[in-house]
C-alpha cells in the first residue's frame, strides 16, 4: 500500500512563531487532505488539496504531486493551534480510502 | 448544516461483550467510511458504503466486526466477543456524491475501552 510519512513527529513553538509540516507519499494520490486533530479527538478539515496551493486564515498548504509532497504552514501560531495534524492521502485507484500519517504533535507555548 | 454525529461518545465494556456504534452521516451524503484508530497512531481504514453498498472491508474488519448501513443513511458497526486489543477511537466519516475525488468529513468519534 502507499505509504505517508510527516515530519517533524514533534514540534514546540513559542506562541507568534511560524511553522512548516511536512507530508511525503510514496504513490501518485488522487486526494490528500490535511486535518486538526483537537484534545478531545475530533478531526477537523483544514485542507483538501490534491495538488496546488490553497490559504484559509493563517494557514496555508502546497501539494507538490509530481514531487510527491504536501507542506501545510502555520503562520503567528496561536495556542489554540495546539495538537496533532494529520495529513491523509487516496491513492491513484485507491477505492476511496484514505491512508494517514502518524501525524506531527504540535505544542504553542504561551 | 449538522456535522456527521456519533453515539455512544464513550464506551466502556467488559471483555466477551458485544458492543454496537452508531453514525449519522451529513444530510444528503452518500458515502460512509468507518476508521479505527489507536493511541499514538494515524486512524486506519475498515470499510466503506455507498449507499447501501458495503463496497470494501479492510483486512483489518475480522469477523468478529460487521458493518451495516440498511436504508443507505445511518450506519452501525458492531463488534462482538470484545477483547481487550480492540481498545480504541472509532471514528465515522461521510462525503458528499459527485465525481472523484471525495472530501471526507469525519465525525467526533466512539472511544472504546475494553476491561
Known amino acids: 500500500g502507499i505509504q505517508v510519512e510527516q515530519s517533524p513527529p514533534d514540534l514546540i513553538l513559542q506562541e507568534g512563531a511560524n511553522s512548516t509540516l511536512r507530508c511525503n507519499f510514496s504513490?501518485?494520490?488522487?486526494?490528500l487532505q490535511w486535518f486538526h486533530q483537537n484534545p478531545w479527538g475530533q478531526l477537523i478539515n483544514l485542507f483538501y488539496?490534491?495538488?496546488g496551493t490553497k490559504q484559509n486564515g493563517r494557514l496555508s498548504a502546497t501539494t507538490v504531486a509530481t514531487e510527491r509532497y504536501s507542506l501545510l504552514y502555520i503562520s503567528s501560531s496561536q495556542t489554540t493551534d495546539s495538537g496533532v495534524y494529520f495529513c491523509?492521502?487516496?491513492?491513484?485507484?485507491?477505492?476511496?480510502?484514505?491512508?494517514f500519517g502518524t501525524g506531527t504533535r504540535l505544542t504553542i507555548i504561551p | 448544516d449538522t456535522g456527521v454525529s456519533q453515539d455512544p461518545r464513550h464506551k466502556i465494556t467488559k471483555r466477551g461483550q458485544n458492543v454496537t456504534f452508531r453514525c449519522d452521516p451529513i444530510?444528503?451524503?452518500?458515502?460512509l467510511y468507518w476508521y479505527r484508530q489507536t493511541l499514538g497512531q494515524g486512524p486506519e481504514f475498515l470499510t466503506y458504503?455507498?449507499?447501501?453498498?458495503?463496497?470494501?472491508k479492510s483486512r483489518l474488519l475480522s469477523d468478529r466486526f460487521s458493518a451495516e448501513r440498511p436504508k443507505g443513511s445511518f450506519s452501525t458497526l458492531e463488534i462482538q466477543r470484545t477483547e481487550q486489543g480492540d481498545s480504541a477511537m472509532y471514528l465515522c466519516?461521510?462525503?458528499?456524491?459527485?465525481?472523484?475525488?471525495?472530501?471526507?468529513?469525519f465525525g467526533p468519534g466512539t472511544r472504546l475501552t475494553v476491561t
Open positions: 466519516a461521510s462525503s458528499p456524491p459527485g465525481l472523484a475525488p471525495y472530501e471526507q468529513y
Open positions: 504513490d501518485s494520490v488522487n486526494n
Open positions: 488539496i490534491p495538488s
Open positions: 491523509a492521502v487516496e491513492r491513484r485507484f485507491g477505492n476511496e480510502k484514505l491512508t
Open positions: 444530510s444528503e451524503h452518500n458515502r
Open positions: 458504503f455507498q449507499n447501501e453498498a458495503q463496497l470494501e
